[in-house]
């Protein structure tokens, strides 16, 4: 037996103080005082040992049968099981309807295009997202107009919006980004006061809350992913929900090639009244999908408790904090736990060393996105024929855009404070939440040592 597979099995077994002779510091862990006060990158005891949940994960053995079931009957299309998943959705947003899609990104594109924005026309939205949230207005023919972000909460911040919106804003796309609710009320109230359509991407925040109404069903539609990174995983998948009936009959001949809704999957009969592209869920997505979702609520509410107590624990530690959230959050669902961290107070350890620091505790994290509002293939659509032949040239002067769209704090968070969790750590026990604290705790109390030992390397 090798070293590691005798330490992970020894963890496995339930061994927890351990010394092996011979081996250098960082093997030896467990109760061991001394070398558990120094940190792990100096050569001190990991924080945490344990490996962290997998994800994704498929933990429903018992349902096996049903997807199984489906691959036997043959009926692999849109039918009766994508009903039953789309029903059970809804019920569990708190919508009237929910049309199940290929994935996230389109639902936005479908989403945005049925309420008829597109060419000539503005969609408000925050930088600090994921590409597919962007690319869905592009490919609509809309421009992006971002607005920058809290940095305090990572969403859009709510005072910036009414400053950006013009004659021809149309839409206000909020993200609920990391899990956590951007701030519903606000957005609500000026929407309505300029008559805008708002659009929320959950994509990262299946069953978070605004006064205990769930996200997706606050605005005039929601948008989902299942994606296997997701809180929801199905591989791929997506969902668009809403209580506006003729947003969603539009939606759902959209995705089947302009069809009117209720036709059979396959019909060739009742004609196309629209244009529609082909993205359909599929049944055994919807049967993963069904088991998935019996894990969801259960697998949520421990990342929300342990998100609180991990909040509290980090903001006992100076220089580092967790993500504030608005008062009327009522749950956060952390897709991701979110971290800003203070150079300044960690004696100017630069973000990496700081990471680095955390890596060798047995904490995994990233930096986090990248400013996506600068990033070329908004340039790119620019330079298209369709927008070339919609926009005045003022309007698809680059610099001009760029000059428009800054977003300090965008900036700042992206390239200097943001440190990110995945959602998987929080599915860990109450004593794994004390391990991140720990490490953080003992890089902050060493990091004199660790930037005197590791100034000349460049990390
Ligand atoms: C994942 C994600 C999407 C896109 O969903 P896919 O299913 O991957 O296409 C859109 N917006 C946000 C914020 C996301 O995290």
Redesign the pocket.
């Known amino acids: 037996m090798n070293r590691r597979k005798f330490i992970k099995k020894t963890i496995l077994s339930g061994v927890s103080v351990l010394t092996i002779s011979g081996l250098n510091n960082s093997y030896i862990w467990g109760q061991t005082k001394g070398d558990s006060r120094l940190p792990a990158i100096l050569g001190g005891a990991k924080s945490h040992l344990d490996l962290w949940p997998n994800w994704p994960v498929w933990r429903s053995p018992d349902y096996d049968e049903s997807v199984l079931k489906v691959l036997r009957s043959g009926i692999w299309s849109r039918s009766k099981i994508t009903g039953e998943f789309e029903k059970k959705w809804a019920e569990l947003i708190g919508t009237k309807r929910c049309l199940s899609v290929v ?3 389109n639902a ?1 594109i479908a989403s945005i295009a049925q309420f008829n924005i597109g060419p000539g026309d503005e969609v408000i939205v925050p930088p600090y ?2 590409v ?2 962007v690319q869905a207005i592009l490919i609509n023919g809309a421009l992006p107009v971002f607005v920058d972000i809290d940095p305090e909460t990572f969403q859009i911040d709510p005072s910036k919006i009414e400053t950006k919106i013009t004659s021809r804003t149309k839409a206000i796309l909020p ?1 609920h ?1 990391l899990g956590i609710p951007a701030d519903m009320t606000k957005i609500m109230a000026i929407a309505k006061k300029h008559n805008l359509i708002v659009i929320e ?1 959950a ?2 925040a299946h069953l978070a809350e605004v006064n205990g109404k769930r996200v997706g069903s606050i605005g005039h539609a929601g948008c989902f ?3 296997t990174s ?1 809180n929801m995983p199905i591989g ?1 998948g ?1 969902a668009i929900v809403s209580d506006d009936e003729k947003f969603m009959d539009r939606c759902f001949s959209y995705h089947n090639l302009g069809l009117p809704y209720g036709t059979q999957v396959g019909s060739v009969s009742s004609g196309p009244f629209m244009v529609g592209s082909k993205i359909r869920f599929t049944e055994y997505q919807a049967a993963i999908g069904l088991v998935q979702m019996k894990n969801l609520e259960r697998d949520t509410n421990i990342r929300w408790k342990n998100a609180k107590y991990l909040s509290e624990k980090i903001k006992a530690i100076s220089g580092i904090s967790p993500a504030k959230l608005y008062p009327e959050t009522t749950k956060a669902v952390f897709h991701l736990f979110p971290l800003l961290y203070n150079k300044n107070k960690f004696k100017g350890m630069s973000r990496s060393l700081f990471m680095d620091s955390l890596r060798a505790e047995g904490i995994p994290c990233s930096s986090g996105y990248t400013p996506l509002h600068t990033q070329p293939f908004i340039k790119a659509a620019f330079e298209s024929k369709l927008y070339q032949k919609v926009y005045t040239k003022e309007d698809l002067n680059y610099e001009n855009f760029l000059d428009k769209n800054m977003c300090p704090m965008n900036d700042l968070i992206c390239n200097e404070e943001a440190i990110w969790l995945t959602q998987n750590l929080l599915l860990g026990d109450e004593s794994s939440m004390d391990n991140i604290a720990n490490a953080i705790e003992k890089i902050y109390n060493n990091a004199d040592e660790i930037v005197r030992k590791f100034k000349n390397k460049a990390i």
Request: include cysteine; aromatic fraction near 10%.
């Open positions: 994935n996230g990104t936005l997202t994921f597919a949230t993200v980004i991407d994509c990262q992913s299942f994606q997701k791929e997506g």
